[in-house]
């Protein structure tokens, strides 16, 4: 940060200026995490595929919500019948199991994976390999691999550095329609600029939306404090914004829960849409409570109506009511955000404008070293130290993705501890890469990562054909359309890694005839 | 960058042609980028402390007459506060005036604080 003019007193500076200024900076500071996040978080549109992916053990085993919530409920009775609380979360069309978590009376600290994952048909608990599955990826986009609270706070400040370069950088720009036109290939800067232009402009509905949703989706960490002034005890607002109904207490009476088909019939047709989850309050007590929740695909809010029902006799108890048009609006903004109502098309669509974005951030990345390398003269240290973090965020990151992925076919499938091993070949390969990438000049060690990043891409589907037997061709066969698109769009990314390599590979671009200096003021 | 930087480059050139010495020159970049420390904190921590102490005060005197306009005087000033939040630290990047900045930021949180204080908890 040399000044660049701040100091000047007196001096009247327009906004497109001081925008322009913001941008360049707010971008290069924020711009290798918010990359990151971009990657991880498109995946994460893909969350629940990538673990079945990762479990290629587990075969879809069709079953209806009813059906799902009986076996579930049977199994719960059976391995905890005095717990506090059960939730299930019911199968669907893009998950296979039924997701079960328990809530003891007493924990036992000898166990503490009280999470299951049980056959919605028979309700027992499902064994596939140890794995983090798609929730490493989506994890890693808000909390950065950091402890609590530290990395949630870190996302935070980066998406706000986001949207203030969004926010500057509309200001800065004067042709955004001229500049949706405009790609000049092959002509060094010019073609960086033209690049962040074009994918900064297309996406940029997407791209404000992600941004400011994405601060929503932590609002009540970010931004609790308004409730302080509004509310004695702040448990008070989420109570009467949520409707959540007040805990029951046990009665210390034993009683059967009534069976649960018709309670969810019963529920879907007063929420009009499927039932998704079911929460169990003290079940085997005269006073439980069983709790339904509709599915949130088809409504765009996140936040979805609940059912409440006395669990001894079924009496139907209450629905949680209309919330308040504010709590709407963030169940509305938290569910764009998660793409939770999204088809699969729609899903398409949320994972290519996320690639615009992690295109925009690494184009502009890009640009902030070029407009700043003079041929012939030494880089300064700044500028080295730049280029260099950007090799390691935009090529040795994706690899480490891919490892990620690798590690899952190559670590044996029973092995003790595997999943912690998984996440560990995600974050030594990206390290090692970063650091390695050192010892070459900085053009070969573009050339070499993105080939490094095309080998392990494209080995994933080779991994997979050669440690189970659902890879490309049996795939293709049974119509399994999941591992199909997997394999492809492995191979798909390890080619554009593969484009990237070479086109890196070719000598600089000469200059055209405009001097470096009559280009400067162009842009930030 | 922009133009400045070669701008200030110049200016500093002719001054050490001139007979001044070094010293003053770095001296000059050793304050400059106090200054420009203390933007960005202004910026990032003020900005944040002043968007807070706005968000509970347009919480607190917004009319809530019944439970449902509570939430939703508590709930909007949440929603929006990260676009003032953006508003207010880009206007500390745009401001040349680092005294007017400081005084806006600092002061209006710490005037809205007091207001806060002021009003206590909504009854």
Request: charged share 15%; glycine share 10%; with cysteine.
């Amino acid at each position: 940060m040399n000044g660049t003019g701040m100091n000047d007193t007196g001096a009247q500076r327009g906004w497109r200026q001081t925008m322009a200024w913001a941008h360049g900076w707010l971008g290069l500071i924020a711009g290798w995490i918010l990359f990151t996040m971009f990657l991880t978080g498109t995946s994460a549109y893909f969350r629940p595929e990538i673990t079945r992916w990762m479990q290629p053990e587990i075969h879809a085993q069709a079953a209806s919500p009813t059906q799902a919530a009986n076996s579930a409920i049977r199994y719960l009775s059976r391995v905890g019948p005095d717990d506090l609380q059960w939730y299930i979360y019911l199968p669907d069309e893009r998950t296979v199991a039924t997701r079960v978590f328990r809530a003891p009376a007493k924990p036992d600290p000898r166990h503490r994976k009280d999470e299951l994952d049980l056959d919605p048909v028979s309700g027992t608990p499902l064994t596939a390999r140890e794995t983090r599955g798609g929730e490493q990826f989506y994890r890693f986009h808000f909390q950065l691999q950091l402890p609590h609270p530290w990395g949630r706070w870190l996302a935070g400040l980066c998406a706000m550095a986001m949207l203030g370069a969004i926010i500057s950088g509309v200001i800065t720009h004067k042709r955004i329609f001229a500049d949706f036109f405009t790609l000049r290939w092959n002509k060094g800067q010019r073609s960086w600029l033209d690049a962040h232009n074009v994918s900064a402009v297309l996406g940029l509905p997407y791209h404000a939306m992600i941004t400011y949703t994405g601060l929503i989706t932590l609002i009540t960490m970010y931004m609790p404090w308004p409730v302080l002034m509004n509310y004695a005890k702040p448990a008070q607002f989420m109570q009467t914004a949520y409707g959540t109904p007040a805990d029951v207490s046990a009665s210390g009476v034993r009683q059967p829960l009534v069976a649960i088909a018709p309670l969810i019939r019963d529920a879907e047709r007063r929420l009009g849409g499927p039932a998704t989850r079911v929460i169990i309050q003290h079940p085997g007590d005269a006073a439980a409570r069983i709790t339904i929740a509709q599915a949130k695909r088809g409504a765009i809010s996140s936040r979805t109506p609940v059912a409440t029902y006395d669990g001894a006799t079924g009496r139907f108890v209450s629905r949680s009511g209309d919330p308040a048009v504010a709590i709407n609006t963030a169940g509305v903004m938290l569910g764009l955000h998660l793409a939770t109502f999204a088809g699969i098309a729609l899903r398409w669509a949320y994972f290519v404008m996320g690639l615009t974005g992690a295109a925009m951030v690494g184009t502009g990345l890009l640009l902030w070293t070029a407009k700043r390398r003079k041929p012939g003269a030494a880089p300064f240290f700044g500028l080295k130290l730049a280029e260099r973090l950007n090799i390691a965020v935009i090529a040795a990151f994706p690899a480490g993705m891919a490892a990620y992925l690798l590690a899952n076919r190559l670590i044996p499938a029973a092995m003790e501890g595997r999943a912690d091993m998984e996440v560990s070949a995600m974050f030594w390969t990206w390290g090692l890469l970063a650091l390695v990438q050192l010892g070459l000049p900085a053009r070969r060690a573009w050339t070499a990562l993105f080939g490094i990043a095309a080998a392990f891409w494209a080995a994933i589907p080779v991994a997979n054909a050669l440690t189970t037997s659902r890879w490309l061709v049996p795939s293709l066969l049974d119509g399994d359309r999941l591992f199909v698109a997997f394999d492809l769009s492995c191979l798909a990314i390890g080619i554009g890694f593969a484009v990237a390599a070479r086109v890196s590979a070719r000598p600089a671009p000469k200059t055209p005839g405009r001097s470096r200096r009559s280009m400067e003021p162009a842009h930030a | 960058m922009l133009l400045k930087p070669r701008h200030r480059d110049d200016k500093g050139k002719a001054q050490v042609a001139s007979g001044q010495t070094i010293d003053g020159q770095a001296g000059r970049r050793w304050r400059g980028g106090i200054a420009m420390a203390w933007r960005w904190i202004t910026a990032i921590l003020g900005g944040y402390g002043f968007t807070v102490a706005a968000a509970m005060l347009s919480a607190r005197i917004l009319p809530a007459p019944d439970a449902s306009a509570r939430i939703e005087a508590t709930g909007w000033p949440m929603l929006l506060s990260f676009l003032l939040y953006a508003g207010i630290g880009l206007w500390a990047l745009h401001e040349v005036r680092l005294g007017r900045i400081s005084m806006v930021i600092w002061g209006g949180a710490l005037v809205m604080a007091i207001l806060l204080k002021l009003l206590g908890v909504r009854a």
